[in-house]
């Protein structure tokens, strides 16, 4: 015997992980744009000025992608709440 899944909640893995691989490319993305950006600005001052461009950028990107992530893991997570208060009320 094989137990049918209804196609709510078929889709919900498949959801799941698009949510984290989207969350796990969240960052690195982040880090390559504004390393290169630090980077184009470092180049005006030189070789020094290349590295520390490419520093400084990188650990704004990787602020910026995790602030990223803190707000969509924040919004699923109300999300989730949302459901569950939902389904609470369909029981009763």
């Known amino acids: 015997m094989t137990s049918q899944r209804s196609p709510k909640t078929s889709k919900a893995p498949a ?35 290349e590295l520390w461009g490419i520093l400084i950028g990188g650990l704004l990107g990787f602020s910026a992608g995790i602030i990223s992530t803190l707000k969509v893991t924040e919004v699923i997570q109300q999300r989730e709440r949302e459901k569950e208060k939902e389904e609470k009320q369909q029981e009763i």
């Open 15 to 49: 959801m799941d992980t698009v949510r984290l691989v989207t969350l796990a490319m969240d960052i690195p993305i982040l880090v390559a744009i504004f390393a290169y950006i630090g980077y184009l600005i470092g180049k005006n001052y030189g070789s020094q000025g």
